[in-house]
């Protein structure tokens, strides 16, 4: 083997027992089928998992909310930019740093995530039946 291929035995070997490959793989299907699943309220599943953390009383700046989520800021900001757009979320000036902002859910953001989450709920369990030993819980502690 020379240094700029593998063997196909090797790319199986990657394939079949690398956890940073299955779970990017699995991530990008599980996507797929909740954007589906969303896609009659316009919203992808980036964006509800955006949302979630809003609907309570959490008011994250967006650094934190990026944090929370695992996200680069800059695709943060992108991101929330395309919600506030749509009338989804207001940002609001932090209370201790003008420069600072916090995103909260307007009252449309609000009625949207009151439909998507029935979805959500049903589709989830559409998957934990059929992976039932998986747990959010167990997936989380890989990237830590």
């Known amino acids: 083997m020379n240094e700029t291929s593998l063997t196909i035995e090797t790319v199986h070997?990657?394939?079949?027992?690398?956890?940073?490959?299955?779970?990017?793989?699995a991530a990008r299907r599980l996507a797929r089928r909740f954007?589906?699943?969303?896609?009659?309220?316009?919203?992808?599943?980036?964006?509800?998992?955006?949302l979630v953390p809003l609907i309570g009383l959490w008011r994250p700046r967006l650094g934190e909310l990026a944090?929370?989520?695992?996200?680069d800021a800059a695709t943060m900001t992108a991101a929330v930019k395309t919600l506030k757009k749509r009338g989804l979320?207001?940002?609001l000036a932090d209370e201790g740093d003008a420069r600072a902002r916090r995103p909260v859910l307007t009252q449309a953001g609000r009625e949207l995530m009151a439909q998507a989450v029935p979805l959500?709920?049903?589709?989830?369990?559409?998957?934990?039946?059929?992976?039932p030993g998986v747990k959010a819980?167990?997936?989380d502690q890989l990237g830590r």
Do not use: Y
């Open 89 to 91: 979320v207001a940002l």
């Open 137 to 139: 819980s167990t997936l």
């Open 67 to 71: 944090e929370f989520l695992a996200m």
């Open 13 to 25: 070997e990657i394939r079949d027992d690398c956890l940073c490959f299955a779970s990017q793989r």
């Open 35 to 50: 954007d589906r699943v969303f896609s009659p309220l316009g919203l992808t599943n980036g964006q509800f998992s955006m």
């Open 120 to 131: 959500w709920r049903k589709e989830h369990a559409a998957v934990q039946e059929a992976a």
